[in-house]
């Protein structure tokens, strides 16, 4: 499932060709939006923007396309001419300057007003969006504290979208392992210097993600593992992907465990349940 920086980038990507353009033509196939076909093709898009794993595209008009992709969903930007060859389902087309923007096999789609964006269920749920300037590390090292939020596991926590909204697997097992937290560890374990540390790579790791486009280590050590014949999949990351392989930080194996059926990568040298 795509996470905050994926649906963040496609947000960018999907504003670069729409925002202060004129749609030229606007296709909504998918039935529980089709009926505002016409409603959206005579406005303009003003934002685009990501909220968690939801993308929200805001129109002039007062209404707002809400997705979540989900497993399968994906946003597209190719040129007009541009033949897709896919066996997705178009849900929503948009054209405009010369490109088609296509949202394909996401289920959780819906067009409502943009003054009631934040009663939406999932939006409404959400902690504060991991990559929002308002969320600086203190605000994350706040709410590790609160009693809210301290008693639970790591490894559960960081796939809370009510505690950090936009944090998924790959995030959860990268910010773990640089933090240095046991997945069973849970904040009220640790001192305050650990539980700064855990704040500052949340939201740091989370930023460096958004930039780099999914890396989560330095350039200079995904160049060197992908000199060493690493894949992408394992050289961008310090543990996720990278089980069988040896940890950057102290040489020791990095393991695979299961928690709630869904996988974690974690260094046990030094990540030492507390």
Not at 184 to 199: A, F, M, Q, V, Y
Request: aromatic share 6%; proline share 5%; glycine share 8%.
């Amino acid at each position: 499932m795509p996470e905050g920086p994926e649906i963040r980038r496609a947000a960018d990507k999907v504003a670069r060709r729409l925002v202060g353009g004129v749609l030229t033509s606007i296709k909504l196939p998918y039935p529980p939006i089709s009926e505002f076909d016409g409603v959206l093709g005579d406005a303009s898009v003003e934002s685009v923007t990501s909220r968690g794993k939801a993308l929200l595209m805001r129109f002039d008009n007062g209404l707002t396309l809400y997705s979540h992709s989900q497993l399968y969903g994906r946003w597209t930007v190719n040129r007009i001419s541009t033949k897709v060859r896919w066996n997705r389902s178009l849900r929503a087309e948009f054209v405009s300057k010369g490109h088609a923007v296509r949202l394909w096999s996401a289920t959780d789609v819906e067009v409502i007003p943009t003054k009631d964006e934040e009663a939406h269920p999932y939006i409404a749920k959400l902690g504060p969006d991991v990559l929002d300037e308002t969320t600086s590390p203190d605000v994350i090292k706040n709410r590790l504290e609160s009693p809210r939020f301290n008693g639970r596991s790591a490894a559960s926590l960081m796939l809370d979208q009510s505690f950090v909204a936009g944090l998924g697997n790959y995030l959860r097992s990268e910010i773990l392992h640089q933090a240095g937290v046991h997945p069973k560890t849970r904040p009220k374990d640790l001192d305050s210097e650990n539980i700064t540390k855990w704040g500052s790579l949340t939201k740091s790791i989370s930023i460096r993600s958004y930039e780099s486009n999914g890396l989560t280590v330095s350039d200079e050590l995904a160049g060197e593992r992908k000199e060493m014949g690493e894949r992408r999949r394992s050289y961008r990351h310090s543990a996720f992907c990278r089980n069988g392989k040896d940890c950057h930080v102290c040489g020791a194996t990095i393991i695979r465990i299961r928690v709630s059926g869904r996988r974690l990568d974690m260094c046990p040298k030094c990540q030492v349940e507390s």
